[in-house]
């Protein structure tokens, strides 16, 4: 069965600060990565996504993300976090055989204090 | 250029009762998917749409079904309402060609069932 883990509810760190926000993913076969992510009443907002190519993907708003095929894993990553930034964060996979939908992860709480 | 308009954007039914809601897509768009968002959670599959039929679905009961107009927009039925069916219901357009290009998301309905 496909299924993606985030396994921190909540991740707090202070602006300026590198973030974390880790996920990994179990599918068959190769793994379409994204991650969205979502402010207080709005619906998700796309940051990036791996398909092939580069193991370190570029998004937007400063995000980047870091695929690991022996891992399982694709953590999303900043450099230097804003407090603007506060959002819950999705992890999502599509798997080559479930050709349309995306599987969600549960979600991560960004809290980034002043 | 539009985005992704949901309507409305919140409801409150009895149980038993049947609810209607409706998603226009982005313009250019021409698939549509829909996800059941429950507090707390991820969302979840419930079904995507393309030339006005269900392509996949998820695991949802029959009791959520759907429809796509020759416009491309949509709607989702969900027939004899139960409290548990009280979430945040998400659509999503994305264009059939690009298949591993993001999903839109709308800002979604938030359903009461009381």
């Known amino acids: 069965a496909q299924s993606v883990a985030q396994p921190e509810d909540q991740v707090n760190v202070a602006e300026g600060n590198p973030l974390t926000v880790k996920c990994t993913y179990s599918?068959?076969?190769?793994?379409?990565l994204f991650w969205y992510v979502q402010y207080p009443n709005r619906g998700l907002q796309f940051l990036l996504k791996?398909?092939?190519?580069?193991?370190l993907v570029k998004g937007s708003y400063g995000f980047e993300a870091e695929f690991n095929k022996s891992q399982t894993s694709f953590h999303l990553k900043k450099p230097s976090a804003l407090v603007s930034d506060s959002a819950l964060y999705f992890c999502?996979?599509?798997?080559?055989?479930?050709?349309?939908?995306?599987?969600f992860g549960s979600g991560t709480r960004l809290l980034v204090r002043p | 250029d539009a985005g992704v308009t949901q309507s409305p954007t919140h409801l409150i039914k009895t149980r038993g009762q049947q609810v209607t809601l409706r998603c226009s897509p982005k313009?250019?768009?021409?698939?549509v998917s829909w996800y059941q968002q429950a507090l707390g959670q991820g969302p979840q599959f419930i079904f995507q749409?393309?030339?006005?039929?269900?392509?996949q679905r998820g695991n949802f009961p029959d009791r959520f079904s759907g429809h796509q107009f020759p416009n491309y927009s949509s709607e989702l039925n969900v027939n004899a309402l139960l409290l548990g069916d009280s979430a945040l219901y998400l659509c999503?357009?994305?264009?059939?060609?690009?298949?591993?290009?993001?999903?839109?998301f709308g800002n979604g309905t938030r359903l009461t069932v009381t």
């Open positions: 999503a357009s994305s264009l059939e060609t690009r298949y591993n290009s993001p999903l839109h």
């Open positions: 749409y393309y030339e006005e039929e269900e392509r």
């Open positions: 599918v068959s076969g190769n793994p379409y």
């Open positions: 791996y398909i092939t190519g580069d193991n």
């Open positions: 999502a996979v599509r798997g080559m055989d479930s050709s349309y939908k995306l599987i």
């Open positions: 313009s250019g768009h021409d698939t």
